[in-house]
């Protein structure tokens, strides 16, 4: 276990088969009628999965989250699958459609399509367990993406339109 990040000074403690308990001491929010963006709180950790998982082992998580005395609340459970390797992502090779440059890349990213006649695209970035993180409808002739705003990091960059769909792995990398 790894704290990576919160929203306000937090201390942690570890109890027994996977209970991690947060607490922010005075975090003092505002109610999210009053000021919404300022009523929220995050932690950001990781967790080195153990040695001897298999492949497809599902691990499950949730939280629930108290308030001063108040019953908890409940998120949404979320399920990962662990694969011990990432399938189905193309690299650049002559039976892809899309080649990327830089790749690595720091700021922007610029990408061309064979055998593809100007249109209309949508390009969607996902983190590296899948969560969409970004979506932006291209223009035509439009082939660089600006990633100033993502982490360092391994990304699958999809290009689609009605007609097709590939993606290659994208690397962000600043020094």
């Not at 949730?62 to 189905?88: C, M, Q, R, W």
Request: hydrophobic share 35%; glycine share 2%; aromatic share 10%.
């Amino acid at each position: 276990f790894k704290l990576l990040a919160s929203s306000k000074p937090v201390t942690y403690s570890i109890q027994g088969s996977g209970i991690v308990t947060f607490n922010f001491n005075n975090i003092l929010l505002p109610d999210s009628n009053v000021n919404e963006p300022a009523s929220n709180g995050f932690v950001k950790y990781s967790i080195e999965p153990k040695n001897n998982l298999n492949d497809n082992t599902e691990v499950k998580n949730k939280a629930y989250i108290f308030f001063d005395f108040n019953p908890p609340i409940v998120t949404n459970e979320v399920l990962n699958t662990y694969v011990s390797h990432i399938t189905n992502i193309k690299e650049s090779n002559l039976l892809s459609k899309i080649i990327l440059y830089p790749n690595p890349a720091s700021d922007i990213v610029t990408f061309n399509i064979n055998n593809l006649n100007n249109t209309d695209l949508v390009c969607n970035i996902y983190n590296i367990v899948g969560e969409l993180v970004r979506s932006e409808k291209l223009i035509k002739n439009q082939r660089q993406i600006y990633i100033n705003n993502l982490s360092n990091g391994v990304y699958i960059l999809e290009i689609n339109n009605k007609e097709w769909s590939d993606k290659q792995k994208l690397i962000i990398q600043r020094n």
